[in-house]
């Protein structure tokens, strides 16, 4: 059974930095596209970065741009978010997804059929 198991989540105040992780099961993903997203109550799934399978391109939403690093280490079979001043708005519920239907790279959340359990970021004001 495919799995991506997310971790790192956490309560942090605001400024605060957290390292997310997200382990893929075996070998599967070890050289797919993936991505994290986040959905905060009442809202829907949205876009927070992607890193294709060497880690040579990546991209982010601009609302983290400059704050988010995306990362991966291929030997371990995982993907991370580093999340460095982080704002109340950064609030959710953290999302790792991998390999997008759409020509391997895809931000929108309905391309992708893999996803983790999700983690939850809370950063206090």
Known sequence: QVQLVESGGGLVQAG??????????????R?????????????????????????GSTSYADSVKGRFTISRDNAKNTVY???NSLKS?????????????TRGWSTRPNEYDYWGQGTQVTVSS
């Open 89 to 101: 708005a950064d609030t959710a519920v953290y999302y790792c997804a991998a390999d997008p239907k």
């Open 16 to 29: 605060g930095s957290l390292r997310l992780s997200c382990a893929a099961s075996g070998s599967s993903f």
């Open 31 to 55: 050289y797919s596209t993936r991505g994290w997203f986040r959905q905060a109550p009442g809202k829907e799934r949205e876009f927070v970065a992607i890193i294709n399978w060497s880690g």
């Open 81 to 83: 978010l580093q999340m």
